[in-house]
């Protein structure tokens, strides 16, 4: 006997770092778990030709499916119009774009035991096709899925809140984001799934960091890097004030950004404006590369404003690698009470002397607790849907 479950998505393919990276690891473990019979399902928005001509954008390729890490992902191709993007987003008029179209989705997940719903339209299906079909699903909330998406119009809002009650479990990455959760509505139905960590990521030996180092030319003195989008959220625009402080103390340092977004080219001016030097600007790293990236870092900072548990924390830790951050989020679920602090005034002062002390006493990265690990993580879910499933048979 193979448990039948579809996991339900939506991701841009031409960004699948974030977010997506995490759903993908998730699929490729479900994927090899015995007893699962899984089909992945990605709800793939386009434009149509008046958005294209706005926008000056190219029309997609509307393929049947994609081949991700070998495994296939349907398309469900949904068309929306400029009015659907004035009246959902602008005006806020509508609580889901092209809601009717979604709805009709709902048919194609009849035949399945439960649904695995990771984004805010494949949530939407989930719950129709319950509502049609009687059909179990959980949602994954991962972020700003919950931390932003809800409080964008008071019909988004209440749809999470919808989502949230009908979903016959809910699983949060980390236990600040269940509480966040908490002020839409509550319930019994939630508990926390963290994500695990990638065998790629481990510490590499001096030797192997070292030709790493002179390959990346980071071979003198200290690195401290950033990986991200380089977006508001992620509140970029504050390193440089971080990284000269430091520059000021450290005679040899080198500063490595990863990562692409729209504050890009405002953040490299303004790294020369604080006159802040030795920056690479590496920007969209291959996910094999990212390895190898991180275990040429001394330090790792991410002064987000909102975060679910950003997978790039557990990452850097288990190359060795001590992460800072903002105190928001599952991120002190990750690097520790000591390693975090408030967004206010005294921010950039108190990070960096907590940077400064870490390289200077060589402070060794956090051990990270067993919880992170994607095999507990799988089997947890595994089990779930098994006794969800199980119940509804019952009845």
Excluded at 111 to 134: D, M, N, P, R, V
Aim: glycine fraction near 6%.
């Amino acid at each position: 006997y193979c448990m039948k479950i579809a996991l339900i998505s939506t991701s841009n393919l031409e960004n699948i770092n974030g977010y997506f990276n995490n759903v993908r690891t998730r699929v490729r473990h479900l994927n090899n778990y015995e007893g699962v019979e899984l089909d992945v399902y990605l709800v793939r928005l386009k434009h149509d030709w008046l958005l294209r001509l706005l926008l000056r954008r190219k029309k997609q390729k509307e393929s049947d499916y994609e081949l991700i890490d070998g495994i296939r992902y349907n398309n469900l191709w949904i068309q929306y119009t400029l009015i659907d993007v004035i009246l959902t987003y602008i005006l806020g008029l509508r609580k889901i774009i092209c809601r009717r179209k979604l709805e009709k989705l709902a048919n194609q997940f009849s035949k399945f035991e439960i649904l695995l719903a990771h984004s805010f339209e494949g949530k939407y299906i989930a719950y129709c096709t319950k509502q049609k079909y009687g059909i179990p699903f959980i949602c994954g909330w991962h972020g700003s899925d919950l931390n932003i998406t809800p409080f964008r119009s008071k019909k988004i809002y209440l749809l999470h809140k919808l989502l949230i009650h009908h979903a016959d479990f809910n699983l949060f990455v980390s236990k600040k984001l269940l509480e966040k959760s908490n002020e839409i509505i509550g319930g019994t139905n939630k508990g926390v799934s963290y994500s695990g960590i990638s065998p790629e990521f481990f510490r590499m030996s001096p030797t192997t960091i070292s030709q790493l180092k002179n390959k990346f030319h980071l071979s003198k003195g200290f690195t401290v890097g950033f990986v991200g989008c380089l977006r508001e959220i992620k509140n970029v625009l504050v390193l440089p004030a971080i990284f000269k402080k430091l520059q000021d103390r450290i005679e040899n340092i080198n500063f490595v950004i990863v990562g692409e977004g729209e504050l890009r080219d405002k953040l490299i001016n303004k790294m020369r404006d604080t006159a802040v030097n030795n920056v690479s600007f590496l920007g969209k790293v291959d996910p094999s590369n990212m390895p190898k990236i991180m275990n040429c870092l001394d330090i790792l900072v991410l002064p987000s404003l909102n975060e679910g548990l950003p997978l790039v924390t557990i990452e850097a830790i288990a190359c060795g690698v001590p992460v800072v951050g903002s105190d928001v989020g599952g991120i002190p679920e990750a690097i520790g009470k000591k390693n975090v602090f408030p967004l206010n005034t005294e921010f950039v002062d108190k990070i960096s002397d907590r940077i400064f002390t870490i390289l200077l006493d060589n402070e060794p990265a956090p051990i990270l607790p067993n919880y992170f690990s994607w095999v507990k993580t799988i089997d947890n879910l595994v089990q779930m849907c098994k006794e969800i499933v199980k119940t509804g048979n019952k009845e």
